[in-house]
């Protein structure tokens, strides 16, 4: 059983890796439509703009899966409790 201050200091980094996200995302977003508007300005033919753009998605991507199957979040803590059930059964 975990006491409060444990499931408070839980709950504050699964707020902190969600704001974290959030704020990953709303710079991917800014940046990426300031690179469009200067690819769209310059008058390029040449999408360049794509090659940060896959770029950074990917560490977007990263980011993404990391705050849905990392230690904090709800499914992390899932499958540690199975793996400390598997092993409680091993050991019995």
Known sequence: M???DQ??????RRV???MGL??????YV?????????????GAHYPWFLWPMLGWGMGIIGHVLAW???PDSIRG????????QR??????
Do not use: Y
Not at 22 to 27: F, G, K
Not at 30 to 42: E, F, K, P, Q, R
Not at 87 to 92: D, E, I, T, V
């Open 16 to 18: 902190e890796a969600r």
């Open 30 to 42: 800014a940046v990426n439509a300031g690179l469009v508007a200067i690819w769209a300005l310059t």
């Open 68 to 70: 849905f199957f990392g």
């Open 2 to 4: 975990e006491t409060e």
């Open 77 to 84: 803590e899932r499958a540690v409790d199975r793996e400390v």
């Open 7 to 12: 499931l408070r200091a839980l709950a504050k």
């Open 87 to 92: 092993l409680h059964a091993q050991h019995r």
């Open 22 to 27: 959030i704020m990953h995302l709303t710079m």
